[in-house]
Structures are given as structure tokens and as C-alpha cells.
Antibody, heavy 118, light 107 residues
Framework: EEQLVESGGGLVKPGGSLRLSCVAS????????MNWVRQAPGKGLEWVSS????????YYADSVKGRFTISRDNAENSLYLQMNSLRAEDTALYYC???????????WGQGTLVSVSS | DIHLTQSPSFLSASVGDRVTITCRAS??????LAWYQQKPGKAPKLLMY???TLQSGVPSRFSGSGSGTEFSLTISSLQPEDFATYYC?????????FGRGTKLEIK
């Protein structure tokens, strides 16, 4: 079964940092683009960042540009999101999702919750 | 950025009803549009991609249509498990934006 499992979420103070991880099983991420998508409590889906299979192409939402860094380790079958200078509005459930190069996001992980509060 | 407008935001319907959700893009996205279903406490589930291609394992009562700027998702006969929130997403270019969602509730 193809599966994605996120981890690394938690409670952090404004201005703090967190590093999210997403580990894939049942498939190799090495040939796929990978993404982070977030969902604030009670709100809709917001795309955060994408990284191409060989890390040549990286994209960010304007809301996180300059603060978040996406990366991957194909050998470890893992995706990461380094989040710095966190703000209250970054509070959300963060999902990772596989992407067949702008065709479809599937599968998705179960999400990891990030709460930014003093 | 491409903005997606979903309508309606809320929809109340009964089991067996035929319902249609629309998604309008602020600029041409060709057929690069996907639909997702999300139930409370769960991750989004891919239903449709390339506007009208049914994802494997998704029931055939779901169908999608459209191209350019106008798209729709139709459920031909609502089943109890279909009551959820539905999102469209454009994948024509980055940022790959989502619509604000349509919550489908039981009448």
C-alpha cells in the first residue's frame, strides 16, 4: 500500500521553528514531485510548497516564501519542511502529498498539526 | 495567481439526489483541474483529475466535466457516504490553488 506519514508538528511560540518530515512507504518518491498543503482549523486547503523529483524546481506560496524551506532525501524516501519565523497564522494541519508533476495530488498523508501560540 | 471560485459553498441534498458543484477559474487552466473529497478528521481524497478522469476506485456515480475556466463535478445519485466537503484544485501552474470548498450536507 502506498502511504505517506508526516511527523514533527507541535506547539511553538511565535518566531520559533519546526521541521516537518514525511516518510513514504510502498513506493519510491524519487520519480515524483512532492508537496506540502496545509489546512487551518475549520478552513480550506492551502498549497504551501512543491519540490521536483531531483530538487531542481522548488516553489512556495507567497505566504511562506522566505520563511519555509522544502527539501527531500530520495535515498531516505523522505520529504521535509523547515519552518522558521513561525506566525500564529501558520497554525494548521500540514499534509504531504505526492504529485505526478501537476496532474494530481495522490496519495496524501494523515497530516501533522502545527500550533503557533504564546 | 489563479483564483478558483466554487459554488455553492453549502449544499443541502437528500440520498438519491443528483447534485452538481461548479468551479470557475480566473484564467484558462485547460483541463488541469482536480476534485477532492474531504470528510471530517480525514485527509483529502482524490476523486477526479484532468477535469474528467475518474481516479481508480472512485464510484462511477461521480463525474467531472469542463475545460478552460468552467468545470463541474456531478454526483448522479447521492449515497450516505458522499456527504462531505469537496474542493477543486488547478494544476495548470504554480501556485496550484484550491477552491474554498463546497460542504454537502444531508437535508
Amino acid at each position: 500500500e502506498e502511504q505517506l506519514v508526516e511527523s514533527g508538528g507541535g506547539l511553538v511560540k511565535p518566531g520559533g521553528s519546526l521541521r516537518l518530515s514525511c516518510v513514504a512507504s510502498g513506493f519510491s518518491i524519487s520519480i515524483y514531485s512532492m508537496n506540502w498543503v496545509r489546512q487551518a482549523p475549520g478552513k480550506g486547503l492551502e498549497w504551501v510548497s512543491s519540490i521536483s523529483s531531483s530538487s531542481n524546481f522548488i516553489y512556495y506560496a507567497d505566504s511562506v516564501k522566505g520563511r519555509f524551506t522544502i527539501s527531500r532525501d530520495n535515498a531516505e524516501n523522505s520529504l521535509y519542511l523547515q519552518m522558521n519565523s513561525l506566525r500564529a497564522e501558520d497554525t494548521a494541519l500540514y499534509y504531504c502529498a505526492r504529485d505526478e508533476t501537476l496532474v494530481r495530488f495522490d496519495p496524501w498523508g494523515q497530516g501533522t498539526l502545527v500550533s503557533v501560540s504564546s | 495567481d489563479i483564483h478558483l471560485t466554487q459554488s455553492p459553498s453549502f449544499l443541502s441534498a437528500s440520498v438519491g439526489d443528483r447534485v452538481t458543484i461548479t468551479c470557475r477559474a480566473s484564467q484558462d487552466v485547460s483541463i488541469n483541474l482536480a476534485w477532492y473529497q474531504q470528510k471530517p478528521g480525514k485527509a483529502p481524497k482524490l476523486l477526479m483529475y484532468a477535469a474528467s478522469t475518474l481516479q481508480s476506485g472512485v464510484p462511477s456515480r461521480f463525474s467531472g466535466s469542463g475545460s478552460g475556466t468552467e468545470f463541474s463535478l456531478t454526483i448522479s445519485s447521492l449515497q450516505p457516504e458522499d456527504f462531505a466537503t469537496y474542493y477543486c484544485q488547478q494544476l495548470n501552474n504554480y501556485p496550484c490553488t484550491f477552491g474554498r470548498g463546497t460542504k454537502l450536507e444531508i437535508k
